[in-house]
């Protein structure tokens, strides 16, 4: 891993973290995305788990920077033991560049939004999988262009900073071309609206490719521009 790139990401997290209204679940989103336990966390800085857990839960004062520096630091150390597979995929998305229209809105959210609430704001009907998830963010993708245009390593960065997101594929007919495209590439999403039909011209095979891979899958007929300005205009 060059140390530039580790040394911009590191930068990202921590600066995230520090300008968090919520600084401890921002740094829990940061562990969780790089499939960390607060267990493995607690032990790499030499401190009792109760530690991270009161950070990330509020029940202690907000560490400093030189203390978020020490966990951000740890967090992408513990991912290299491991083969830096995280480190790779998020430090790509700081100078990544994805064709031109391919997406539409991309934005992520400093606290988590349960699905439930994200579906009600959007109009989405639920189709199969779990509600009382949390999302981190959202990708509006031009489901023809993304598929047509891009490579598998260039499709991971629709994610933005965190898979725990909703991507919302528009311009789709029965929603099977973008589940396959996710079912070839190795991050799922948490969750897949389907945008412009409704849950009858949904292919059958389609929810049980996201079920497979965990996926929430709901569908919307709603107008895309109408989308976006709701969730722009939400206070997350």
Not at 72 to 79: E, G, H, K, Q
Not at 203 to 210: E, F, G, L, R, T
Request: hydrophobic share 35%; net charge neutral.
């Amino acid at each position: 891993m060059e140390s530039g790139l580790r040394h911009r990401l590191a930068e990202k997290m921590a600066g995230e973290i520090t300008l968090s209204d919520s600084p401890g679940k921002t740094l829990k989103k940061w562990r969780l995305s790089f499939d960390i336990s607060q267990g493995q966390l607690s032990e790499y800085l030499g401190v009792s788990p109760s530690v991270i857990s009161d950070y990330e839960s509020g029940r202690r004062k907000s560490p400093g920077t030189a203390i978020i520096g020490r966990i951000v630091d740890s967090i992408l150390a513990i991912d290299e033991g491991k083969g830096g597979r995280y480190i790779h995929k998020y430090a790509s998305l700081l100078f990544a560049e994805i064709g031109d229209g391919v997406i539409y809105d991309l934005h992520d959210y400093k606290n988590p939004i349960d699905l439930s609430t994200f579906a009600n704001v959007i109009g989405a009907e639920v189709i199969s999988g779990q509600v009382n998830l949390s999302i981190y963010g959202y990708t509006v993708i031009d489901s023809l262009k993304a598929i047509m245009n891009l490579t598998a390593s260039e499709f991971n960065r629709i994610y933005g900073w965190s898979t725990e997101r909703a991507l919302i594929f528009t311009g789709v007919s029965n929603g099977k071309s973008p589940m396959v495209a996710i079912r070839v590439t190795p991050f799922k999403p948490r969750c897949v609206v389907l945008h412009g039909i409704d849950s009858e011209k949904v292919h059958p095979i389609v929810p049980k490719m996201a079920e497979k891979d965990n996926i929430t899958l709901m569908c919307t007929t709603h107008e895309i521009e109408d989308i976006v300005e709701r969730l722009r205009e939400e206070k997350w």
